[in-house]
């Protein structure tokens, strides 16, 4: 591990500063995932700004019925059970209770989620020579190499890697809002735009500026986002990374056709992947497995594998059409 400096911050603005006035300054939250880069010599901080002490970890009902506000150091475990999410947002307790184990959910904060670096077996060893998001212009090795775990949606000639968080996954179904705070003040960030897709620039994965802080998540209240369901594929029960995810919400009317749907992967981009034309495919039908199949294959239509990924567009498809029905499924 390189040497760094530590800094406590005990405001926003504080940390803020802090991130301003040096380059290299990386945020401490859970540190779940900061840690184990730079313990790998992937991650080398001139700085670590400690951000534990803000007051940030609130989960609480907006004004009016408006939503819940997620702060940014609200913990995974805490956020997964509290009964406002578990009521009118169980796809997000479901995708959270999905990912990681009980041990580092207990630590991982709801910004720290937002800003997983995204996983690859290149991105991960910093002696592997080809790499853009680790060396920009190095190539990619994941095109010709191991490439199982990678993306199949959104992905460009220059990176492959997936975004790797669940909870994300759930975010975008719900169209979460972000809320950060910089040297120019405060603003909002639609969920939809805070990742990017890699295009020729992989190493820059958010839209947030270097010297910005997230603040909250919040979550609006939705129609739809009651009834919902997160479902994960993997290679084992517990503690695995998605092959594939998919978070599915619904909004169905009195007479059985659906009003608006959402549909969100996992483990297929580079970030979590809004599937608009399920979306698109899925609004004014009734419900039923003909018109799941239909979505899951206009979702697919623009999907490319690779040597040894290309079984997960079938499972894509099968997986979206699995989601859509355990929630068409509930009252």
């Known amino acids: 591990m390189n040497p760094f400096t530590y800094h406590r911050s005990g405001d926003a603005?504080?940390?803020v500063a802090e991130l301003s006035s040096h380059p290299r300054a990386k945020l401490l939250g859970g540190g779940t995932n900061l840690v184990d880069l730079m313990k790998m010599?992937?991650?080398?901080?001139?700085?670590?700004?400690?951000?534990n002490k803000l007051p940030l970890a609130q989960i609480e009902e907006l004004p009016e019925g408006r939503g819940v506000r997620?702060?940014?150091l609200s913990r995974n475990s805490d956020v997964a059970e509290h009964p406002l999410i578990k009521k009118n947002y169980p796809v997000l307790s479901e995708a959270i209770l999905a990912g990681a184990s009980p041990q580092l959910r207990n630590r991982a904060t709801t910004g720290g989620n937002l800003l997983q670096r995204t996983r690859c077996y290149c991105f991960y060893d910093p002696d592997f020579p080809a790499c853009n998001k680790r060396v920009p212009g190095s190539g990619c090795g994941a095109l010709e190499g191991f490439n199982r775990m990678h993306a199949i949606l959104g992905q460009s000639e220059h990176c492959i890697a997936t975004h790797p968080s669940d909870m994300c996954v759930a975010l975008?179904?719900?169209?979460?809002?972000?809320?950060?705070?910089?040297?120019?003040?405060?603003?909002?960030i639609a969920f939809q735009d805070f990742h990017r897709l890699p295009g020729d620039t992989p190493a820059h994965e958010t839209n947030l500026a270097a010297d910005e802080l997230i603040t909250a998540v919040d979550l609006p209240a939705r129609p739809f986002a009651a009834r919902s369901h997160y479902l994960k594929i993997r290679d084992r029960a517990s503690y695995a990374f998605a092959l594939v995810s998919v978070a599915a919400a619904l909004q169905v009317d009195a007479g059985g056709k659906i009003v608006t749907a959402r549909v969100a992967?996992?483990?297929?981009?580079?970030?979590?992947?809004?599937?608009l034309e399920a979306e698109e495919s899925l609004a004014g039908q009734p419900l039923g497995e003909a018109v799941f199949q239909a979505a899951a294959n206009a979702a697919m239509a623009g999907a490319k594998g690779y040597e040894h990924n290309n079984f997960k567009i079938e499972?894509?498809?099968r997986s979206i059409v699995r989601a859509l029905t355990t929630v068409a499924a509930q009252a």
């Open 265 to 275: 992967l996992g483990g297929v981009a580079h970030k979590p992947w809004r599937a």
């Open 13 to 15: 603005r504080d940390a």
């Open 172 to 188: 975008a179904a719900l169209e979460a809002v972000i809320r950060v705070s910089g040297p120019r003040g405060e603003r909002e």
């Open 315 to 317: 499972l894509a498809r």
């Open 70 to 72: 997620l702060g940014s």
């Open 41 to 51: 010599g992937v991650e080398t901080p001139g700085e670590i700004i400690d951000i």
